[in-house]
């Protein structure tokens, strides 16, 4: 099934000023969409919507989703044609530290959205899940059947939140995608989070002159997908007419080892001292794979971006940033 372009339409974006979202925004005001953003800046920045800005059709609205009424209040008065709800608690480590906070943010939040989508008869609803539901499920490639074991509050709020997602859809007959992203990397991923990929994290080191630090022999592999794609795969779901609830992992189904990754940095930084090896960390998962079957074939997504070409303009971006600070 080919991508299809579709015609300009009204799409509120929560947690648009964070890393995925802001990509997000930015595709969709250059196919001609008019976007609202609704974030709280809790974890998000403004500078990541300063290209957004100069769009006549673009507009930013300060606030937390979860307050629902509030929500609903400013979903009514944009009439949006699809919402898509980033907007989220993302660290794991705090989800296990502050399961109330997770709970607000995780699935009050969702909640919220459900509620405003029914109150305005909103078509379509874009949802951020995680592979984070599959935990350490060992049955690779995983398919979007495959059992879900969530390791984490975060995890399980994931779940849940697709749980009340699969209802709405049946109870209100809109359309709702679950994106389930794998590893995502790409420009605006902050480092110095204590929740950033792996990715970010030896970046950073690398940038800075620094050897990695690997946990564990570096053999380890994950499913990297740079945030391009998976901002793509939004904007396809915000106008998909798949009638009811469809969940689709956001993957490339390519696994690639922490020591990949290590190699192509060392091309672009062949000084950066050798690499720190420590004990594997208790509970980190091996292996994680996902299956991009499905999203391909219902939706006609394919992930685009190599590691080599997404790597190079992350650098590109990284370095471009770090020589403009004082
Ligand atoms: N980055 C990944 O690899 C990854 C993987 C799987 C799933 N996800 C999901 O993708 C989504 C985006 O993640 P990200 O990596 O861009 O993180 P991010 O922290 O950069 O973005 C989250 C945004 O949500 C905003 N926000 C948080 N709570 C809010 C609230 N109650 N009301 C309004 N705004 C709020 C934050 O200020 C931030 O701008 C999240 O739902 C996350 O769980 C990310």
Not at 33 to 39: A, C, F, G, K, P
Not at 223 to 230: A, K, P, S, Y
């Amino acid at each position: 099934m080919p991508e299809e372009t579709p015609s300009p339409r009204r799409v509120l974006v929560t947690g648009g000023a964070g890393f995925i979202g802001s990509h997000t925004v930015d595709q969709l005001l250059a196919q001609g969409d008019e976007v609202l953003v609704v974030d709280s800046l809790a974890t998000g920045k403004i500078e990541n919507l300063d290209s957004a800005s100069a769009f006549s059709s673009f507009r930013f609205e300060q606030l937390d989703v979860a307050r629902s009424d509030a929500f609903c209040r400013t979903t009514e008065a944009f009439r949006p044609h699809a919402i898509i709800h980033l907007a989220a608690l993302v660290s794991v480590q705090e989800s296990i530290q502050n399961p109330a906070l997770n709970f607000e943010r995780n699935v009050l939040a969702t909640q919220s959205v459900i509620d405003a989508a029914q109150r305005c008869q909103v078509e379509n609803v874009v949802f951020a899940s995680s592979a984070a539901i599959y935990g350490d499920n060992p049955d690779l490639p995983l398919k979007e059947s495959a059992e879900k074991r969530p390791l984490s509050p975060y995890g399980g709020a994931k779940l849940a939140s697709e749980a009340l997602l699969l209802a709405a859809a049946n109870t209100y007959h809109f359309t709702v995608t679950a994106n389930r992203y794998f590893n995502v990397y790409g420009p605006r991923q902050d480092p110095k989070s204590p929740y950033s990929g792996v990715m970010s994290i030896f970046l950073d080191r690398f940038t800075q002159g620094i050897a990695p630090t690997v946990f564990g022999d570096g053999a380890q592999t994950r499913d990297f997908i740079n945030v391009q794609d998976v901002a793509r795969m939004n904007v396809l779901a915000a106008s998909s007419t798949l009638p009811g609830f469809h969940a689709f992992n956001v993957c490339t189904g390519k696994a690639t080892s922490l020591l990949d990754i290590i190699d192509v940095l060392r091309e672009h930084f062949p000084n950066v001292p050798e690499t720190t090896f420590k004990e594997a960390r208790a509970g980190d998962i091996i292996h994680s794979l996902g299956s991009p079957e499905s999203a391909r074939g219902k939706l006609g997504f394919r992930a685009q971006v190599s590691l080599n070409e997404g790597l190079a303009h992350y650098l590109q971006t990284t370095t471009s940033v770090t020589s403009q600070l004082p």
